[in-house]
């Protein structure tokens, strides 16, 4: 069965709901597999209420630009239509981000979503460098994943760099597969196997000097693991 995944961020004006706090905006995107589908959910929400300033200068949203913007128990039925009743919701620090989805969710009437349905990639990533840098430009960096377009803050761009770190903390994409093969829930991956015939020609000099730059290029290779 395909594993579905909707990595998903929100942005705020706070860090906590039930002092008063709202969210502003929520972004996400799906994968089947680890593949992403190009199925993404992305919308800004009116707070109902003044925007601090040090939330604004996170995610430069203001109060005005949200002012026209729907509610969320106008948002609600499409947001859960997309992230369906089955699958798992990736989120960095995803205490954050289900705090306030459940409290809005309880508040619209509806059910909050299921605790084991949620993945940290903060805890993930915590487990995996101990004591180390583990904010998600420190993730970037570490797995050298160019963010340089995120200036400020925003939920569906980093729901899309979320999902390159979450791919890397689960051990990266598979070498040597083949990800022609589709189904209507996705892409699946199967193992391919090629064997070269042997070179029986000598290899010119400037071939074994392209070789050589070619390797230096390469990062960790496997056959020196």
């Known amino acids: 069965?395909?594993?579905?995944?909707?990595?998903?961020?929100?942005?705020?004006?706070?860090?906590?709901?039930?002092?008063?706090?709202?969210?502003?905006?929520?972004?996400?995107?799906?994968?089947?597999?680890?593949?992403?589908?190009?199925?993404t959910y992305h919308q800004y929400i009116n707070p109902e209420r003044d925007m601090p300033e040090s939330?604004?200068?996170?995610?430069?949203?203001?109060?005005?630009?949200?002012?026209?913007?729907?509610?969320?128990?106008?948002?609600?039925?499409?947001?859960?239509d997309f992230v369906g009743d089955d699958g798992i919701l990736v989120a960095h620090n995803a205490e954050f981000d289900k705090k306030f989805i459940n409290w809005h969710l309880d508040h619209a009437g509806l059910k909050p979503i299921p605790n084991e349905r949620f993945t940290d990639t903060l805890m993930i990533a915590r487990e995996k460098f101990p004591g180390a840098q583990n904010s998600l430009d420190a993730l970037c960096r570490r797995f050298e994943i160019d963010n340089s377009h995120r200036t400020l803050h925003g939920a569906l761009l980093d729901s899309e760099i979320l999902a390159e770190v979450y791919i890397e903390l689960m051990g990266g994409r598979q070498v040597g597969f083949d990800?022609?093969?589709?189904?209507?829930?996705?892409?699946?991956?199967?193992?391919?196997?090629?064997?070269?015939?042997?070179r029986s020609w000598t290899v010119a000099e400037d071939e074994l000097a392209a070789h050589r730059d070619f390797l230096k290029k390469l990062k960790d290779p496997i056959w020196l693991k």
């Open 179 to 198: 990800l022609d093969a589709q189904t209507a829930q996705g892409r699946t991956a199967t193992a391919v196997k090629q064997d070269w015939p042997h």
């Open 55 to 80: 939330a604004f200068k996170v995610h430069g949203l203001s109060e005005e630009f949200l002012s026209d913007k729907p509610v969320f128990a106008e948002i609600a039925h499409a947001f859960l």
């Open 1 to 39: 069965m395909a594993l579905r995944e909707i990595i998903f961020d929100t942005e705020t004006t706070g860090f906590d709901p039930f002092t008063g706090d709202r969210l502003v905006e929520i972004g996400a995107l799906e994968m089947i597999d680890k593949i992403p589908t190009k199925r």
